[in-house]
Nanobody, 116 residues
Framework: EVHLVESGGGFVHPGGSLRLTCVASGFTFNSVEMTWVRQAPGKGLEWISAITPSGLIAQYANSVKGRFTISRDNAENAVYLQLNSLKSDDTAVYYC?????????RGRGTQVTVSS
């Protein structure tokens, strides 16, 4: 069974930083692309970043490019999201996600709140 468990969220002031972690199990981690998505209050899911199985190629939404960095450690079955220069608009629940055999999987998420 696929499990994705996010952690690292919290409350920060504008300009602050957080590092999110997602630990995966139940599948061959080093063979799949991993993604981070988020959902702000009252809004739909927003794709924000993805990383290839090797970790060599990363992509970002324009809204986070230059501020967020995705990485992974295949030995630890973990994917990370470094959040820098946080803004109030970044307030959301952050989820890691992946697609395996055509089926989408997502964790329970971790809350990030940015406020002064």
């Amino acid at each position: 069974e696929v499990h994705l468990v996010e952690s690292g969220g919290g409350f920060v002031h504008p300009g602050g930083s957080l590092r999110l972690t997602c630990v995966a199990s139940g599948f061959t981690f080093n063979s799949v692309e991993m993604t981070w998505v988020r959902q702000a209050p009252g809004k739909g899911l927003e794709w924000i970043s993805a990383i290839t199985p090797s970790g060599l190629i990363a992509q970002y939404a324009n809204s986070v490019k230059g501020r967020f960095t995705i990485s992974r450690d295949n030995a630890e079955n973990a994917v990370y999201l470094q959040l820098n220069s946080l803004k109030s608009d970044d307030t959301a629940v952050y989820y890691c996600a992946t697609t395996i055999n055509g089926r989408d999987h997502r964790g329970r998420g971790t809350q990030v709140t940015v406020s002064s």
